[in-house]
């Protein structure tokens, strides 16, 4: 096969069908041609962007974002519908101007070759074992923190800087049984030494008596850190699935990818009492056509597009697909419900004269953009080398540890309970909140302002920034309890679903990321990070200033935005108790359709998931390998 993507089919039948040449996709195409005998076609509705500087150099991450690379999905208005009774006769429906005050909410999404991991901001995050281990208390025996921390170990290798910049850094947390050492994509620290603020986050979690407790890549971790990114530390460009798992088996000859294929059905044939995936309707160039699956179809599209695509092959809630006119093949209602995500705000800061940060960067000023190019190109260094966030922290609500605080939370917990489907998964969040030892937040620092009052058409939080410069401290909810949807808007592929992720629809939410909000004023305020803050320097918006939990409230609905996390909305449970694939990852109903995204996920868990997606992909692999007696010769 050619070394790179091609644009036709070269056959019209293979072993393996995966819908999907994004993070999981490509990571589960790689583990299948080990196997010299099994033929894999890789369908991807996006171009190969291997070369593209915007995808390559880690600090242009944000141009990727509202361009050909992204679905550019966006929410529906996020409010909170109530029933009311009126006159204690009939109920009305009544909208109130809750959730995120009726803002829409974008959603990028990769839509490339190596999919969102192609255009994330890198930071490299990783779980919880309570997070993880939920799923198996979901009846998931098979998918706890002892069966998956191997895979996040097997995926990745992380490289650790010079003596120096360890120290800086304040690395010693690093545990050699939990770094991964030989795994295709590379992550490495994009701090250094001539950088106070990064030494200065980590210092300031001392002296808040919240040092990290231990390698967050054990799962046993809380307090602050500096994180690495998914970033090659030789040539300081992004590593993702792309690059990782598909350029250096590009060329085997059972592999192949095809590049803007876009799959509207998968064929299903009922057969007894199962229903069997014989193949994908594909249009390539403006020409639908079938291509037959010998063995499965892995759908791999993403936890909004993989759902969309349950549906339009007609398994999903009966009433919804009749009102689309789409035959009801395995009628399941969970398809697409169980929609979770992280919501993340922040405060920005006014820093110092002489405090470098990225706003000039951010700002697209020339001289600043054309100094750090001829760093970047020339020496690879520089802020071009920088992703997202290289300072993180997984906390839980400091306010709530204290005595009366406990009282507090237990009250709060209380008033708002779960019944239902909901209420393990409810339960089981409420114990990780309850831990002093779980973060409930995540808390994280980002080396430039933000702008979280910009129009809703504005593609990016930093949009029309103001001038000066400013380091901003973030607040992310690490297990909400909202649950929201995503399902077909019309039989028509081409059109985007519908995403009602329903934020702060639980009391919850609200009431838990605010209190973490409040504690961005505490960072603020310690040594050593309050010594490079102007004391009464600008802020990012008048009302950045959360001196109470009301405001703190206000300030979070008005302002949060997504993480860009969706995943649950093909949950990996017993049908009966939402779940839309079995432990080995079948749709249920099916023999031979498996989903392998991050849709999979029951529970999710705290921080980025872009480590999970990667861990779930490759485990994905192994059960199809051992499920199908496939062989590895590589």
Request: hydrophobic share 40%.
């Amino acid at each position: 096969m050619a070394a790179s993507p091609s644009s036709t089919l070269p056959a019209s039948e293979y072993d393996f069908i995966v819908v999907g040449g994004g993070t999981s996709g490509l990571v589960v195409a790689a583990r299948l041609t080990e196997d010299p005998n099994v033929q894999v076609l890789v369908l991807e509705a996006g171009q190969d962007h291997l070369a593209d500087p915007r995808v390559n150099i880690p600090a242009m991450w944000a141009a990727a974002l509202g361009s050909e690379l992204d679905w550019q999905f966006v929410t529906t208005p996020q409010v909170i519908q109530l029933l009311k009774l009126r006159s204690g006769v009939s109920l009305t429906r009544l909208q109130l101007q809750d959730g995120l005050k009726g803002r829409t909410v974008r959603h990028p999404q990769g839509r490339a070759l190596g999919g969102s991991s192609a255009i994330n901001n890198q930071a490299y995050i990783a779980p919880s074992e309570a997070g993880i281990n939920a799923w198996a208390k979901l009846g998931n025996p098979h998918w706890d923190w002892s069966t998956l921390a191997p895979y996040y170990r097997k995926f990745h290798t992380l490289t650790l800087p010079d003596k120096e910049t360890q120290d800086h850094l304040g690395l010693d947390w690093v545990d050699e049984q939990v770094r991964g050492t030989s795994g295709p994509v590379q992550a490495s620290f994009a701090g250094v030494v001539q950088d106070p603020l990064a030494k200065a986050w980590v210092d300031t979690f001392k002296s808040l008596d919240y040092g990290v407790t231990g390698d967050p890549y054990s799962g046993k971790s809380i307090g602050g850190y500096s994180n690495p990114s998914t970033v090659d530390p030789t040539t300081k460009t992004r590593s993702y699935a792309a690059s990782a798992y598909y350029a250096p088996v590009r060329k085997r000859t059972n592999l192949h990818v095809v590049a803007g294929a876009l799959v509207s059905k998968i064929l299903l044939d009922k057969e007894g009492d199962g229903v069997t995936a014989r193949g994908v309707l594909v249009t390539l160039q403006d020409n639908a056509q079938e291509i037959k699956a010998r063995t499965e179809v892995v759908l791999a599209a993403g936890a909004f597009q993989s759902p969309k695509l349950l549906e339009l092959s007609g398994i999903g809630d009966s009433s919804l697909l009749e009102s689309h006119g789409i035959p009801v093949i395995i009628s399941n209602p969970n398809v697409g419900e169980n929609l979770q995500d992280h919501l993340m705000t922040g405060i920005s800061y006014e820093v110092k004269e002489g405090v470098f940060t990225g706003d000039d960067l951010m700002r697209q000023e020339p001289e600043a953009i054309q100094g750090a190019m001829q760093m970047y190109t020339e020496h690879k260094v520089g802020p071009f080398c920088v992703g997202g966030i290289g300072s993180h922290a997984f906390m839980p609500i400091v306010d709530f540890l204290t005595d009366d605080g406990k009282k507090e939370l237990q009250l709060l917990l209380d008033k708002h309970t779960a019944s239902g489907k909901e209420e393990v998964q409810h339960d089981l969040i409420r114990s990780i909140v309850e831990s002093a030892d779980e973060g409930s937040g995540a808390l994280f620092m980002f080396l430039a302002q933000v702008n979280l009052h910009a129009s809703p058409d504005a593609k990016d939080f930093v949009q029309n920034l103001q001038p000066g410069s400013f380091l901003s401290l973030g607040a992310t909810q690490a297990h909400p309890f909202s649950r929201g949807s995503v399902h077909i808007s019309s039989a028509d592929a081409t059109k985007a679903p519908t995403i009602d992720p329903r934020y702060f629809s639980h009391p919850l939410d609200v009431e838990i990321l605010s209190r973490h909000v409040q504690v961005l004023e505490k960072i603020a305020e310690t040594e050593p990070l309050a010594s490079f803050l102007k004391p009464d320097g600008r802020r990012n918006h008048p009302t950045a200033y959360v001196k109470d939990l009301e405001a703190a409230k206000d300030y979070a609905q008005s302002t949060v935005f997504s993480n860009y996390h969706p995943s649950g909305t093909g949950a990996m449970m017993a049908r009966e108790h939402g779940g839309v694939v079995n432990e080995r990852l079948v749709v249920h109903g099916t023999t031979n359709l498996r989903v392998v995204d991050s849709s999979i996920i029951p529970l999710i868990p705290r921080g980025n998931i872009q480590s999970t997606v990667y861990a779930v992909a490759e485990r994905a692999a192994d059960i199809i390998k051992e499920d199908r007696q496939l062989t590895s010769q590589v």
